[in-house]
T-cell receptor, first 117, second 109 residues
Framework: GAVVSQHPSRVICKSGTSVKIECRSLDFQATTMFWYRQFPKQSLMLMAT?????????EQGVEKDKFLINHASLTLSTLTVTSAHPEDSSFYICSAPPLVGEGTEAFFGQGTRLTVV | KQEVTQIPAALSVPEGENLVLNCSFTDSAIYNLQWFRQDPGKGLTSLLL?????REQTSGRLNASLDKSSGRSTLYIAASQPGDSATYLCAANDYKLSFGAGTTVTVRA
């Protein structure tokens, strides 16, 4: 299957600083990538849809000024958590579908464990 | 808005028993349904993908069924092993993936 690489896998940062998470599709092009967040013992919740060459679409309740998404190329999307606070500590994971529609299998990155201290 | 529910939330069985994990979704207009495994503190491993036109999909000891009209999918794991202990997530794909809360499985040796 297709490979999605996410980096870093773990990051600890101080409160008030910003953290950038990268999501790369290694062997296919992805015009769309999805960013999810998972709090402990909860399921994954979609945060935003990243679109190459245009603005990201955010789900209700997700602050677009706090979670900056840039989809600069067909193989790279980045999520920047700005002015991070302890409540932003979570597991962030990206996914990319090579194609849209029936037959689409979602491929996930390895995830990033963010701890804000 | 798609709502996905998984029952039970947790399951503990002795080694060798068959596992039955249930997933229900509210909007049947999906492209496919995907089952994942998640180990503690780790990412997702895709197990099975069932297209909307399919009724079931099999891989080794895993079998997943899909009844789109009733909004249900079931994951069967035959002859469970301690290595099957993990959280299993189902996700309905209607362009965006909507996840259930998962079923945490413990297989006792």
């Amino acid at each position: 299957g297709a490979v999605v690489s996410q980096h870093p896998s773990r990051v600890i940062c101080k409160s008030g600083t910003s953290v950038k998470i990268e999501c790369r599709s290694l062997d296919f092009q992805a015009t769309t990538m999805f960013w999810y967040r998972q709090f402990p013992k909860q399921s994954l919740m979609l945060m935003a849809t990243s679109n190459e060459g245009s603005k990201a679409t955010y789900e209700q309740g997700v602050e677009k000024d706090k979670f900056l998404i840039n989809h600069a190329s067909l193989t790279l999307s980045t999520l920047t958590v700005t002015s991070a606070h302890p409540e932003d500590s979570s597991f962030y994971i990206c996914s990319a579908p090579p194609l849209v529609g029936e037959g689409t299998e979602a491929f996930f990155g390895q995830g990033t464990r963010l701890t804000v201290v | 808005k798609q709502e996905v529910t998984q029952i039970p939330a947790a399951l503990s069985v002795p080694e060798g028993e068959n596992l039955v994990l249930n997933c229900s979704f509210t909007d049947s207009a999906i492209y496919n349904l995907q089952w994942f495994r998640q180990d503690p503190g780790k990412g997702l491993t895709s197990l099975l993908l069932i297209q909307s036109s399919q009724r079931e999909q099999t891989s080794g000891r895993l079998n997943a069924s899909l009844d789109k009209s009733s909004g249900r999918s079931t994951l069967y794991i035959a002859a469970s092993q301690p290595g099957d202990s993990a959280t299993y997530l189902c996700a309905a794909n209607d362009y965006k993936l909507s996840f259930g809360a998962g079923t945490t499985v413990t297989v006792r040796a």
